[in-house]
């Protein structure tokens, strides 16, 4: 069954504001499924860990997140 939620994770360079953080320049862009709103702010840290540029969260970098409705309908 697919989520209801998704949340997109960015780790954003500490040189661009938090409204200046896209997906299409973000250093890294990920996302998880969630089942609601609130999942989406739980379950992706071990995601930013693995990372190639999680090691810089917190002194070079900082992480955003959206939730955003899963539009794909479910498969049957």
Known sequence: M???FV???LICANTSA???CTEDNALDVMS???DN???CTQ???DLVARS???KDV???AYIRTKCVRNIDPPKR
Do not use: H, P, R, V
Request: no cysteine; hydrophobic share 50%; aromatic share 8%.
């Open 7 to 9: 949340a997109i994770i």
């Open 2 to 4: 697919a989520s209801g």
């Open 37 to 39: 709103e609130l999942q």
């Open 52 to 54: 190639a540029f999680g």
């Open 18 to 20: 938090a409204a200046d």
């Open 58 to 60: 917190g002194t070079t």
């Open 43 to 45: 379950g992706w840290q």
């Open 32 to 34: 998880i499924g969630a």
